[in-house]
């Protein structure tokens, strides 16, 4: 390779990591701004909430940056963040109304009925808004020995009297997943990125998606925030589209006659505990172990070929997170390896 080719590839990649940097600046000062819900964060909080976020690893140096007003004024060029240096004692830092898809505005809850009757994506169910009472039904679509007298007496008024139900059609687990790929595309943290597109990819995409972000919780907040928009989209319109509708309130009322809104954000703080130490890709590796168990001592028990071939994958990983902790506690300074809790019998062999 010439001395071209190598100059233009390290450019490329210092390209890239302060695409991930402004990426992440807007969630910096999203979380903050939020937070104040009075004025724009300064650049001092700004700095600040980039090293919580990445646990110390924001270096402007790695960036090509020599100060973090470069490193601002390059942001704001590109239409990431808006500086205000007239603001006394420090610079401000905000966002532009809108950046690409991320939300600034915190929706207000839907309600448990409708949330329920729209996201539940079993297919056993059938639903509808009954006009008359106000609320969203889910009834199991073929009815059951001695099912509850309130599934009965639903079945039956929607029978005698169909003009008072709107079905609902719920949002499909495709739609959704695809809410959860949109979602990771936007993550700036390559790392973390990969993490959520293999959960993705899985057996148990969904549970194992939201299992690795309350790991995160600031970027498990803002995909509570996306869900909720996208789910209040659908909402709209499916209300938009039927007149009987249009007196309906979706949003979650409080005891004082208010709004209920998506609690304020999360800011994530550094860990340096043991325990998030552990690889998040042990613990994807881990949860896949899990699923694979559960598997070849259930459905695979008529096939044994693939019973063996899962238990022997269930080793691998097994043997995998072993390794995994043997490396980190050998990395681990003493004074932390005395604040390890273990079972004493553990420290005895057989």
């Known amino acids: 390779m010439s001395t071209g080719d190598m100059l233009g590839e390290s450019q490329h990649n210092m390209m890239g990591r302060r695409e991930d940097a402004f990426k992440l600046l807007v969630t910096a000062v ?20 980039l090293r919580e976020l990445t646990y110390g690893g924001f270096r402007l140096a790695d960036l090509g940056y020599s100060r973090f007003r470069e490193f601002l004024a390059d942001a704001e060029k590109r239409d990431f963040v808006k500086l205000d240096s007239g603001r006394e004692g420090d610079l401000g830092v905000a966002l532009p109304d809108v950046i690409g898809n991320r939300i600034s505005v915190r929706p207000a809850v839907v309600r448990r009925d409708v949330w329920k009757a729209f996201v539940n994506w079993n297919q056993s169910l059938a ?6 009472h106000d609320r969203a039904i889910v009834l199991p679509r073929q009815p059951a020995i001695l099912e509850p007298q309130e599934f009965q007496e639903s079945r039956k008024r929607i029978e005698e009297h169909p003009e008072n139900f709107v079905p609902i059609e719920p949002i499909s687990v495709g739609m959704q997943l695809g809410w959860m790929r ?25 549970k194992t998606f939201v299992a690795i972000l309350k790991k995160f919780p600031a970027q498990l907040d803002h995909w509570h925030i996306a869900l909720t928009n996208e789910v209040r989209a659908v909402i709209g319109d499916w209300k938009a589209a039927n ?4 007196s309906l309130v979706i949003d979650r009322i409080d005891s004082e006659g208010k709004e209920e809104s998506i609690p304020g954000p999360v800011v994530e703080r550094p860990d340096h505990s043991f325990a998030s130490r552990i690889s998040l890709e042990s613990l994807l590796r881990l949860a896949a172990g899990s699923k694979l168990w559960h598997f070849s001592n259930t459905e695979a028990d008529a096939r044994g070929h693939h019973k ?7 080793r691998s990983t097994e043997s995998e997170m072993r390794e995994s902790l043997h490396a980190a506690i050998d990395r681990m300074p003493i004074d932390e390896l005395r604040r390890i809790r273990l079972p004493i019998g553990y420290l005895y062999s057989e």
């Open 243 to 246: 007149p009987r509708l249009q």
């Open 30 to 49: 999203e979380l903050l701004q939020r937070a104040s819900r009075e004025r724009p964060p300064t650049a001092s909080q700004v700095r600040i909430q």
């Open 308 to 314: 063996r071939e899962g238990e022997d994958r269930v």
């Open 182 to 206: 949109k979602f990771t595309s936007t993550i700036a943290d390559p790392e973390l990125r990969k993490l959520l597109e293999a959960a993705l990819d899985g057996a148990q995409p969904a």
């Open 127 to 132: 639903r509808w808004y009954d006009v008359e």
